[in-house]
């Protein structure tokens, strides 16, 4: 149990267009995801927190205007990079908190690549 | 602010023998605290965690010791095998809080 997925696994668009990332938790019920971006070698940074119903709440200098996150249901956040540059390109992986839980389960990640 | 980071980011070892691995936090405040193993082109997968009110947590050939005096936070791998070959970071989640903070992260090799 406990599964979260993402969709795509990878993607490659041009500059300037926009990019949807889909994180599902496929097993339960997540009132709150979490989207994290990382960077070659480097470590999982947390760009926002998505709750379910609400606007999410983005870390400092993460523009909330570039990286739009939707969490219309229970079970799914999007992650829309708008207007994408090489320099967005990364690792964009989500976790999910199940209702009522302490614990977080993590998807498998997206390789978004932007030429 | 927050974080956690890491002594070393590299550590080979030899098939077999013990692994550690050691964290620093900064944020006193943290109370839960988790341990991560990524693998090349996935996401962080659960190892173990320990909370604030303890000092020693064991796994299945893992260890977690946390020394909370000098916010020191270590991972022991006994017998280490290749399938062990990862990059493992510390994290942790601060009083009353969800969001998860992860380290710099260590890169384990295991000669065989």
């Known amino acids: 149990g406990a599964v979260v997925s993402q969709h795509p696994s990878w993607v490659i668009c041009k500059s300037g267009t926009s990019v949807k990332i889909e994180c599902r938790s496929l097993?339960?019920?997540?009132?709150?995801m979490f989207w994290y971006r990382q960077f070659p070698k480097q470590s999982l940074m947390l760009m926002a927190t998505?709750?379910?119903?609400?606007?999410?709440?983005?870390e400092q200098g993460v523009e909330k205007d570039k990286f739009l996150i939707n969490h219309a249901s229970l079970t799914l956040s999007t992650l829309t990079v708008t207007s994408a540059h090489p320099e967005d390109s990364s690792f964009y992986i989500c976790?999910?908190?199940?209702?009522?839980?302490?614990?977080?389960?993590f998807g498998p990640g997206t390789r978004l690549t932007v030429l | 602010g927050e974080s956690v980071g890491l002594h070393l980011p590299t550590l080979s070892v030899q098939e077999g023998d013990n692994s550690i691995i050691n964290c620093a936090y900064s944020?006193?405040?943290?109370?839960?605290f988790i341990w991560y193993k990524q693998e090349s082109g996935k996401g962080p997968q659960f190892i173990i965690d320990?909370?604030?009110?303890?000092d020693k947590r064991q796994g299945q050939r893992v260890t977690v010791l946390l020394n909370k005096t000098v916010k020191h936070l270590s991972l022991q791998i006994a017998a280490t095998q290749p399938g062990d070959s990862a990059v493992y970071f510390c994290?942790?989640?601060?009083?009353?809080?969800?969001?998860?903070?992860f380290g710099a992260g260590t890169r384990l090799f295991v000669k065989a």
């Open positions: 320990i909370r604030s009110n303890m």
């Open positions: 976790s999910a908190r199940p209702t009522s839980s302490y614990e977080q389960f």
């Open positions: 944020n006193s405040a943290s109370d839960y």
């Open positions: 994290a942790e989640r601060g009083t009353g809080g969800f969001k998860t903070i």
């Open positions: 097993d339960f019920q997540a009132t709150t």
């Open positions: 998505s709750n379910e119903g609400s606007k999410a709440t983005y």
